[in-house]
């Protein structure tokens, strides 16, 4: 404990400095794909997503993040130029119209269920409470318990057996409550996609509305995600905003 202390007292505080101001410290994103004019020569990188991530609208080529599972093929390709690629880590946007504004916006339980994850999206929801990213300080707080809960955050395409409980840890969660969709798989079903084991997505089981996007997302896109919820921090750009994934049920 006392090695903590010095620790502290000698080099100051680590912890990022978002939201309060923009975060370039290396390693905190990994960068996504973004949308841009297709290149002069045609040879568009388009063709070799393995997702179809890529949707050509006239001359711009645009990308669907919720279908992204950064394979970074799009970047190396040897036989391609390029894709964009935008190191910033605000990536999450609003499905609905739903904030959590207001005075206890600084007070937020958020339950976390795995639905069927690899595991990486939830590293890095449990990244958030590490010193650096320390989601304490913005009034966020992981509980055990979806009775004590106002947001819901699920990662992973939701397996068959965990659609059940997913539905009930919503039902228990007082309201108002918000429900946030984290990684891709948890967007549209990733890489795991729609089977008889999979749900294709959160949105097949419960109305979401905050969308992260990332395989996985960095912990500051989850941050963002929290911040765009609680009207502290605005959605990603309508430009990049892929289509609507919302189904109310
Ligand atoms: S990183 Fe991979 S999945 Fe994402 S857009 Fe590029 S090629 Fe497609
Ligand atoms: S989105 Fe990617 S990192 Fe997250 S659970 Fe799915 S495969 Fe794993």
Same mark, same amino acid.
């Given at each position: 404990?006392?090695?903590?202390?010095?620790?502290?007292?000698?080099?100051?505080?680590?912890?990022?400095?978002?939201?309060?101001?923009?975060?370039?410290?290396?390693?905190?994103?990994?960068? !996504?794909?973004?949308?841009? *004019?297709?290149?002069?020569?045609?040879?568009?990188?388009? +063709? /070799?997503?393995?997702? &179809?991530? #890529?949707?050509?609208?006239?001359?711009?080529?645009?990308?669907?993040?919720?279908?992204?599972?950064?394979?970074?093929?799009?970047?190396?390709?040897?036989?391609?130029?390029?894709?964009?690629?935008?190191?910033?880590?605000?990536?999450?946007?609003?499905?609905?119209?739903?904030?959590?504004?207001?005075?206890?916006?600084?007070?937020?339980?958020?339950?976390?269920?795995?639905?069927?994850?690899? !595991?990486?999206?939830?590293? *890095?929801?449990?990244?958030?409470?590490?010193?650096?990213? +320390? /989601?304490?300080?913005? &009034?966020? #707080?992981?509980?055990?318990?979806?009775?004590?809960?106002?947001?819901?955050?699920?990662?992973?395409?939701?397996?068959?057996?965990?659609?059940?409980?997913?539905?009930?840890?919503?039902?228990?969660?007082?309201?108002?409550?918000?429900?946030?969709?984290?990684?891709?798989?948890?967007?549209?079903?990733?890489?795991?996609?729609?089977?008889?084991?999979?749900?294709?997505?959160?949105?097949?089981?419960?109305?979401?509305?905050?969308?992260?996007?990332?395989?996985?997302?960095?912990?500051?896109? /989850?941050?963002?995600?929290?911040?765009?919820?609680?009207?502290?921090?605005?959605?990603?750009?309508?430009?990049?905003?892929?289509?609507?994934?919302?189904?109310?049920?």
């Amino acid at each position: 404990m006392s090695k903590w202390v010095l620790k502290g007292l000698e080099t100051g505080v680590k912890t990022t400095v978002y939201p309060e101001k923009t975060e370039t410290a290396s390693g905190v994103t990994q960068g !996504r794909p973004e949308r841009l *004019e297709l290149l002069k020569d045609k040879r568009s990188v388009v +063709n /070799i997503c393995p997702t &179809g991530a #890529f949707k050509i609208n006239k001359n711009i080529y645009e990308i669907d993040l919720t279908r992204c599972i950064h394979c970074l093929r799009c970047l190396r390709s040897p036989e391609f130029p390029p894709a964009g690629w935008t190191g910033d880590y605000e990536w999450a946007f609003s499905v609905s119209e739903k904030t959590m504004k207001g005075p206890f916006s600084h007070c937020l339980h958020i339950r976390v269920v795995d639905g069927g994850a690899c !595991r990486a999206c939830l590293c *890095e929801i449990s990244q958030t409470g590490a010193p650096y990213y +320390n /989601i304490h300080r913005l &009034g966020f #707080f992981i509980t055990p318990t979806p009775r004590a809960a106002d947001v819901l955050m699920v990662a992973g395409p939701v397996t068959d057996h965990m659609r059940f409980p997913l539905k009930e840890a919503y039902e228990a969660m007082p309201e108002p409550r918000a429900v946030v969709a984290v990684g891709t798989c948890a967007l549209s079903g990733g890489i795991f996609g729609r089977s008889f084991a999979s749900s294709g997505g959160v949105s097949e089981i419960l109305p979401v509305d905050i969308a992260i996007p990332g395989c996985p997302p960095p912990p500051l896109a /989850i941050i963002h995600g929290l911040l765009i919820l609680t009207g502290r921090r605005p959605s990603l750009s309508v430009i990049d905003k892929p289509e609507s994934r919302r189904k109310d049920k």
